[in-house]
């Protein structure tokens, strides 16, 4: 998607460069409202969360799953190519293409590259403990890594909720004035937190009483 989104974001830096700055916000809305959901998942609906991983999943659930993840990917994407040609926008043009090309490739291959090794990680362990025969040193560190798996994905969705709120805060702190220079003496990462938990809870409220609006209606 990376494809159609630079030119895409190349054009708007032209012809609409406000528009930038507005799909910056957008974005920065939706990744805060990702993040407060899933804290507020968490801890307000632990009981219902836990009792819905102990359930199969139904193909519903899996097609909703899959839909959020595109979505969340996606916006990410957006954010990742505009940050990367706002932070070389007084270069060349030759320049702001060649850097966006390469963090857009870097954020493909390394990040979802490192994703889908570390999601393989039961798999290479079930394959040591087979080729072993489940015995010595290879044997016990295939074990390991089936293990471990539960864990770093738990690791990995309680950093990717803060990497979250904390890239959500940073594009209100970077392309907003007034709460770039509020607060000088605090620092940088404790406005962008607090500033992507207030977004997310506005966000989260908008959609709850939407969704809450539509309900009625349709009632």
Do not use: C, W
């Not at 700055?21 to 801890?43: M, N, S, T």
């Not at 079930?126 to 016990?140: A, T, W, Y």
């Amino acid at each position: 998607n990376k494809l159609i989104i630079i030119p895409v974001v190349f054009l708007l830096k032209v012809y609409v460069p406000i528009a930038i700055v507005i799909v910056l916000l957008i974005g920065g809305f939706y990744l805060a409202y990702e993040g407060v959901e899933k804290i507020i998942e968490f801890f307000f609906h632990k009981e219902k969360h836990e009792h819905t991983v102990e359930a199969a999943p139904t193909k519903e659930d899996a097609a909703t799953a899959e839909k959020s993840k595109i979505s969340t990917d996606f916006i990410l994407s957006i954010e990742i190519v505009i940050i990367a040609l706002t932070s070389v926008e007084d270069a060349t043009l030759v320049t702001q293409i060649i850097t966006v090309l390469i963090v857009a490739l870097m954020a493909t291959v390394g990040i979802y590259g490192i994703v889908a090794l570390i999601v393989r990680m039961d798999d290479a362990g079930f394959s040591l403990i087979r080729k072993s025969e489940d015995k010595g040193f290879i044997g016990k560190l295939g074990h390991l890594l089936v293990k471990a798996l539960p864990v770093v994905i738990r690791v990995l969705s309680v950093v990717g909720t803060i990497a979250l709120i904390l890239v959500s805060g940073g594009i209100f702190v970077h392309n907003i004035e007034d709460f770039h220079d509020m607060l000088p003496a605090v620092p940088s990462m404790v406005k962008e937190i607090t500033l992507g938990l207030l977004a997310g809870l506005l966000a989260f409220a908008v959609v709850t009483g939407g969704k809450k609006v539509v309900a009625a209606v349709k009632k």
